[in-house]
């Protein structure tokens, strides 16, 4: 088992920045590709970006050059540091562990509660 604990989440003007962050605890988080997806009222959940175990990383088209993803593995956190934000950014952010570098929900075997981000024009 792997717990996941967002943190990080807020109101920001557009053209901001926020960084989240997410805790694992549980199993060993290294050998864990980390994901973010995100979730807006009403819509489907998106895949945001992930980490591979290794560090590569691969982004959505929607935030490639405005967010960025790290990983600390010697303090089994992930980050999302978002710059440029746009209202359209507004949704709960979760951090996903998995055993793959997938765009899709279904591969993730862990999810965390999820942060609110909310992002105003």
């Known amino acids: 088992q792997v717990q996941l604990v967002e943190s990080g989440g807020g109101l920001v003007q557009a053209g901001g920045s926020l960084r989240l962050s997410c805790l694992a605890s549980?199993?060993?988080?290294?050998?864990?590709?980390m994901g973010w997806f995100r979730q807006a009222p009403g819509k489907e959940r998106e895949f945001v970006v992930v980490?591979?175990?290794?560090?590569?990383?691969y982004y959505a088209d929607s935030v490639l050059g405005r967010f960025t993803i790290s990983r600390d593995n010697a303090k089994n956190t992930v980050y999302l540091q978002m710059n440029s934000l746009k209202p359209e950014d507004s949704a709960v952010y979760y951090c996903a562990a998995g055993g793959s570098s997938s765009r899709y929900a279904g591969a993730y075997d862990y999810w965390g509660q999820g942060t609110q981000v909310t992002v105003s024009s």
């Open positions: 980490i591979g175990w290794s560090g590569g990383t």
């Open positions: 549980g199993r060993t988080f290294s050998n864990y590709d």
